[in-house]
Protein backbone atom coordinates (compact mmCIF):
# COMPACT_ATOMS: atom_id res chain seq x y z
CA UNK A 1 0.00 0.00 0.00
CA UNK A 2 1.18 3.26 -0.78
CA UNK A 3 1.71 6.29 1.43
CA UNK A 4 1.77 8.86 -1.06
CA UNK A 5 0.92 8.68 -4.89
CA UNK A 6 1.62 11.53 -7.33
CA UNK A 7 0.11 10.54 -11.26
CA UNK A 8 1.10 12.97 -13.72
CA UNK A 9 0.48 16.04 -11.45
CA UNK A 10 1.45 19.36 -13.20
CA UNK A 11 0.91 22.70 -11.42
CA UNK A 12 0.86 26.19 -13.46
CA UNK A 13 0.41 29.44 -11.48
CA UNK A 14 -1.19 32.12 -13.25
CA UNK A 15 0.08 35.37 -12.35
CA UNK A 16 -1.59 39.17 -13.36
CA UNK A 17 1.05 41.48 -13.36
CA UNK A 18 0.60 45.17 -13.16
CA UNK A 19 1.75 48.05 -16.05
CA UNK A 20 3.66 49.85 -12.98
CA UNK A 21 5.32 53.48 -13.95
CA UNK A 22 8.51 52.10 -14.93
CA UNK A 23 6.51 50.15 -17.98
CA UNK A 24 4.84 53.21 -18.92
CA UNK A 25 8.50 55.12 -19.44
CA UNK A 26 9.56 52.63 -21.51
CA UNK A 27 6.79 52.22 -23.88
CA UNK A 28 7.46 55.81 -24.47
CA UNK A 29 10.65 55.60 -25.33
CA UNK A 30 9.64 52.65 -27.09
CA UNK A 31 11.31 49.96 -25.09
CA UNK A 32 8.16 48.34 -24.28
CA UNK A 33 4.90 48.01 -25.98
CA UNK A 34 2.22 48.71 -23.28
CA UNK A 35 -1.06 48.26 -24.44
CA UNK A 36 -2.07 45.55 -21.93
CA UNK A 37 -2.16 47.16 -18.39
CA UNK A 38 -2.48 43.54 -16.92
CA UNK A 39 -0.07 41.38 -18.43
CA UNK A 40 -1.02 37.82 -17.79
CA UNK A 41 1.88 35.23 -17.39
CA UNK A 42 2.37 30.95 -16.39
CA UNK A 43 4.59 29.63 -14.16
CA UNK A 44 4.89 25.98 -14.75
CA UNK A 45 5.88 25.15 -11.28
CA UNK A 46 5.39 21.30 -11.51
CA UNK A 47 5.28 19.62 -14.42
CA UNK A 48 3.77 15.82 -14.97
CA UNK A 49 5.61 14.33 -11.95
CA UNK A 50 4.62 10.80 -11.35
CA UNK A 51 5.86 9.54 -7.59
CA UNK A 52 5.40 7.00 -5.61
CA UNK A 53 6.47 6.34 -1.84
CA UNK A 54 5.95 3.30 0.56
CA UNK A 55 6.31 2.67 4.39
CA UNK A 56 10.59 3.12 4.48
CA UNK A 57 10.80 5.92 1.82
CA UNK A 58 12.65 8.49 2.81
CA UNK A 59 13.02 10.94 -0.25
CA UNK A 60 15.26 13.37 -0.89
CA UNK A 61 14.21 16.58 -3.25
CA UNK A 62 16.86 18.12 -4.49
CA UNK A 63 17.16 21.06 -7.42
CA UNK A 64 18.19 24.71 -8.12
CA UNK A 65 16.44 27.43 -6.75
CA UNK A 66 13.19 28.02 -8.43
CA UNK A 67 12.59 24.15 -9.27
CA UNK A 68 9.59 23.93 -7.55
CA UNK A 69 10.31 21.83 -4.69
CA UNK A 70 8.91 23.59 -2.45
CA UNK A 71 5.79 23.43 -4.32
CA UNK A 72 6.18 19.91 -4.44
CA UNK A 73 5.75 19.11 -0.98
CA UNK A 74 2.82 22.06 -0.91
CA UNK A 75 0.81 19.74 -3.34
CA UNK A 76 1.41 16.60 -0.90
CA UNK A 77 0.25 18.60 1.77
CA UNK A 78 -2.52 19.30 0.08
CA UNK A 79 -2.09 23.59 0.13
CA UNK A 80 -2.21 23.75 -3.71
CA UNK A 81 -4.10 21.36 -5.79
CA UNK A 82 -2.56 20.71 -8.97
CA UNK A 83 -3.47 21.85 -12.20
CA UNK A 84 -3.91 18.52 -13.33
CA UNK A 85 -3.62 14.97 -12.18
CA UNK A 86 -3.95 12.99 -9.35
CA UNK A 87 -2.69 12.88 -5.87
CA UNK A 88 -3.82 10.46 -3.18
CA UNK A 89 -2.10 10.38 0.77
CA UNK A 90 -2.35 7.68 2.71
CA UNK A 91 -1.51 8.61 6.44
CA UNK A 92 -0.97 11.47 9.03
CA UNK A 93 0.90 14.29 7.82
CA UNK A 94 2.89 17.05 9.03
CA UNK A 95 4.53 19.90 7.32
CA UNK A 96 7.78 21.64 8.67
CA UNK A 97 7.33 24.49 7.06
CA UNK A 98 5.52 27.64 6.94
CA UNK A 99 5.56 27.36 10.62
CA UNK A 100 3.94 30.62 11.88
CA UNK A 101 0.82 30.38 9.90
CA UNK A 102 -2.27 29.27 11.16
CA UNK A 103 -2.66 30.22 14.81
CA UNK A 104 -5.44 31.74 16.25
CA UNK A 105 -4.79 35.55 17.56
CA UNK A 106 -7.03 35.31 20.19
CA UNK A 107 -6.63 32.22 21.83
CA UNK A 108 -3.58 31.31 24.45
CA UNK A 109 -0.52 29.81 23.84
CA UNK A 110 -1.93 27.05 25.74
CA UNK A 111 -4.95 26.61 23.37
CA UNK A 112 -3.25 26.51 20.43
CA UNK A 113 -1.22 23.94 21.52
CA UNK A 114 -4.37 22.03 21.98
CA UNK A 115 -5.62 23.30 18.07
CA UNK A 116 -3.11 22.52 16.72
CA UNK A 117 -2.62 19.09 18.44
CA UNK A 118 -6.14 18.26 17.33
CA UNK A 119 -5.23 19.55 13.82
CA UNK A 120 -2.05 17.07 13.62
CA UNK A 121 -4.22 13.99 13.79
CA UNK A 122 -3.72 13.51 18.07
CA UNK A 123 -7.35 12.88 20.35
CA UNK A 124 -8.03 15.38 23.08
CA UNK A 125 -6.81 12.50 25.58
CA UNK A 126 -3.10 12.52 23.59
CA UNK A 127 -3.38 16.25 23.50
CA UNK A 128 -3.75 16.44 27.84
CA UNK A 129 -1.02 14.22 28.20
CA UNK A 130 1.29 15.73 25.56
CA UNK A 131 0.72 19.45 26.75
CA UNK A 132 2.74 19.81 29.62
CA UNK A 133 5.74 18.56 27.88
CA UNK A 134 5.19 20.95 25.09
CA UNK A 135 4.87 23.59 27.15
CA UNK A 136 8.20 22.95 28.39
CA UNK A 137 9.82 22.29 25.16
CA UNK A 138 8.76 25.71 23.76
CA UNK A 139 10.34 27.43 27.19
CA UNK A 140 7.33 30.09 26.69
CA UNK A 141 6.81 30.15 30.18
CA UNK A 142 3.83 32.81 31.51
CA UNK A 143 3.60 33.85 28.35
CA UNK A 144 1.69 30.63 27.07
CA UNK A 145 -0.92 32.25 29.47
CA UNK A 146 -1.23 35.16 26.72
CA UNK A 147 -3.24 35.33 23.37
CA UNK A 148 -0.49 34.33 20.62
CA UNK A 149 -1.65 37.97 18.99
CA UNK A 150 0.93 39.12 22.21
CA UNK A 151 3.73 36.33 20.57
CA UNK A 152 6.88 37.94 18.61
CA UNK A 153 7.78 35.89 15.49
CA UNK A 154 10.19 33.74 17.18
CA UNK A 155 7.66 32.93 19.68
CA UNK A 156 5.42 31.79 17.08
CA UNK A 157 8.40 29.43 15.81
CA UNK A 158 8.69 27.98 19.25
CA UNK A 159 5.23 27.31 19.71
CA UNK A 160 4.74 25.70 16.60
CA UNK A 161 7.96 23.28 16.60
CA UNK A 162 7.02 22.30 19.73
CA UNK A 163 3.49 21.10 19.38
CA UNK A 164 4.15 19.74 15.27
CA UNK A 165 7.42 17.54 16.68
CA UNK A 166 5.52 16.12 19.40
CA UNK A 167 2.77 14.40 17.59
CA UNK A 168 4.36 11.65 15.78
CA UNK A 169 3.79 11.70 12.04
CA UNK A 170 3.40 9.11 9.40
CA UNK A 171 4.53 11.25 7.03
CA UNK A 172 7.14 14.21 7.65
CA UNK A 173 7.49 17.17 5.00
CA UNK A 174 10.22 19.25 5.99
CA UNK A 175 11.68 22.27 3.96
CA UNK A 176 15.14 22.62 5.24
CA UNK A 177 14.96 26.34 6.16
CA UNK A 178 13.45 25.49 9.95
CA UNK A 179 14.18 28.56 11.38
CA UNK A 180 13.62 27.69 15.16
CA UNK A 181 14.20 30.49 17.04
CA UNK A 182 17.40 31.73 18.60
CA UNK A 183 20.41 30.27 19.71
CA UNK A 184 19.29 28.32 22.52
CA UNK A 185 16.13 26.93 21.32
CA UNK A 186 17.90 26.49 18.20
CA UNK A 187 20.25 23.68 19.36
CA UNK A 188 17.34 21.12 21.35
CA UNK A 189 15.42 22.31 18.19
CA UNK A 190 17.81 20.33 15.74
CA UNK A 191 18.60 17.41 18.12
CA UNK A 192 14.56 16.88 18.49
CA UNK A 193 14.09 16.95 14.70
CA UNK A 194 16.79 14.69 13.94
CA UNK A 195 15.00 12.33 16.16
CA UNK A 196 12.23 12.81 14.21
CA UNK A 197 13.92 12.22 11.08
CA UNK A 198 15.71 9.09 11.99
CA UNK A 199 12.35 7.31 13.00
CA UNK A 200 9.67 8.56 10.80
CA UNK A 201 8.32 6.02 7.95
CA UNK A 202 7.91 8.18 4.93
CA UNK A 203 9.75 11.30 4.65
CA UNK A 204 10.02 14.15 2.11
CA UNK A 205 13.14 16.19 2.43
CA UNK A 206 13.94 19.24 0.46
CA UNK A 207 17.50 20.42 0.70
CA UNK A 208 20.49 22.33 -0.91
CA UNK A 209 22.21 20.46 1.58
CA UNK A 210 23.71 17.18 0.18
CA UNK A 211 25.43 15.68 3.25
CA UNK A 212 22.06 15.95 4.97
CA UNK A 213 19.92 14.61 1.70
CA UNK A 214 23.32 11.33 2.09
CA UNK A 215 22.51 10.70 5.79
CA UNK A 216 18.72 10.74 6.04
CA UNK A 217 17.08 9.82 3.06
CA UNK A 218 17.44 6.46 0.64
CA UNK A 219 15.81 7.77 -2.14
CA UNK A 220 16.47 10.80 -4.38
CA UNK A 221 14.97 13.39 -7.04
CA UNK A 222 16.50 15.97 -9.25
CA UNK A 223 13.59 18.75 -9.77
CA UNK A 224 14.33 20.70 -12.86
CA UNK A 225 12.23 23.42 -14.24
CA UNK A 226 9.11 21.56 -12.51
CA UNK A 227 10.45 18.08 -14.01
CA UNK A 228 11.70 15.19 -12.76
CA UNK A 229 15.38 15.10 -14.27
CA UNK A 230 16.49 11.82 -12.28
CA UNK A 231 15.52 9.50 -9.63
CA UNK A 232 17.08 6.74 -8.11
CA UNK A 233 19.61 6.65 -4.78
CA UNK A 234 20.85 10.03 -3.23
CA UNK A 235 24.74 9.01 -4.00
CA UNK A 236 23.78 8.62 -7.88
CA UNK A 237 20.94 11.47 -8.35
CA UNK A 238 23.71 13.91 -6.25
CA UNK A 239 26.27 12.94 -8.53
CA UNK A 240 24.07 14.01 -11.44
CA UNK A 241 22.57 17.05 -10.21
CA UNK A 242 26.12 18.55 -8.99
CA UNK A 243 27.88 17.44 -12.61
CA UNK A 244 25.06 19.42 -14.30
CA UNK A 245 26.19 22.37 -12.02
CA UNK A 246 29.95 22.01 -12.88
CA UNK A 247 28.69 22.38 -16.85
CA UNK A 248 26.56 25.14 -16.46
CA UNK A 249 29.20 27.11 -14.23
CA UNK A 250 32.34 26.26 -16.84
CA UNK A 251 30.11 27.24 -20.11
CA UNK A 252 28.43 30.35 -18.21
CA UNK A 253 30.79 31.08 -15.25
CA UNK A 254 27.97 31.16 -13.23
CA UNK A 255 25.27 29.17 -11.77
CA UNK A 256 22.90 31.73 -9.78
CA UNK A 257 20.02 31.66 -11.80
CA UNK A 258 16.36 30.70 -11.50
CA UNK A 259 15.28 27.51 -12.43
CA UNK A 260 11.45 28.12 -13.28
CA UNK A 261 10.05 27.42 -16.44
CA UNK A 262 7.54 30.85 -17.04
CA UNK A 263 5.51 29.37 -19.97
CA UNK A 264 3.33 32.35 -21.71
CA UNK A 265 3.80 36.14 -21.36
CA UNK A 266 0.83 37.88 -23.16
N1 LIG B 1 2.18 31.10 -4.71
C1 LIG B 1 2.86 31.22 -5.84
N2 LIG B 1 2.39 32.03 -6.82
C2 LIG B 1 3.06 32.16 -7.98
N3 LIG B 1 4.20 31.52 -8.28
C3 LIG B 1 4.70 30.71 -7.35
C4 LIG B 1 4.07 30.52 -6.08
N4 LIG B 1 4.81 29.64 -5.37
C5 LIG B 1 5.85 29.31 -6.15
N5 LIG B 1 5.78 29.95 -7.33
C6 LIG B 1 6.73 29.81 -8.44
O1 LIG B 1 6.88 28.43 -8.73
C7 LIG B 1 8.25 28.15 -9.05
C8 LIG B 1 8.75 27.06 -8.11
O2 LIG B 1 8.85 27.61 -6.80
P1 LIG B 1 9.31 26.75 -5.56
O3 LIG B 1 9.18 27.62 -4.36
O4 LIG B 1 8.59 25.47 -5.56
O5 LIG B 1 10.84 26.52 -5.91
P2 LIG B 1 11.97 25.80 -5.03
O6 LIG B 1 12.56 24.74 -5.87
O7 LIG B 1 11.41 25.41 -3.71
O8 LIG B 1 13.01 26.99 -4.88
P3 LIG B 1 14.04 27.37 -3.70
O9 LIG B 1 15.18 26.40 -3.73
O10 LIG B 1 14.46 28.74 -4.10
O11 LIG B 1 13.26 27.38 -2.40
C9 LIG B 1 9.00 29.48 -8.92
O12 LIG B 1 9.12 30.05 -10.19
C10 LIG B 1 8.09 30.35 -8.06
O13 LIG B 1 8.22 31.69 -8.44
Redo the contacts with the bound molecule.
Keep these: MYAVKLENVS?T???NKSTTLKDIFLSLWGKKNCYNTLQKRK????KEINLELRQGDRLG?I????????????VVAGI?PPTSGNVSVNGRVTCLFELATGFEMEATGWENIYLRGLMLGATPREMKKKALEIAEFSGLGDYLDLPVRHYSSGMFIRLAFSVSTSIEPEILLL?E?VAAGDASFLAKAEKRLKDLMGRVKVLLF?S?NMQSIKDFCNRAIW?DR?KIRAEGLPDDVIKKYLGSINNTDKKRGSVDE?????EACI
Design positions: LFDIIAALIGLNGAGKSTLLKYDVVHLGTNTCV
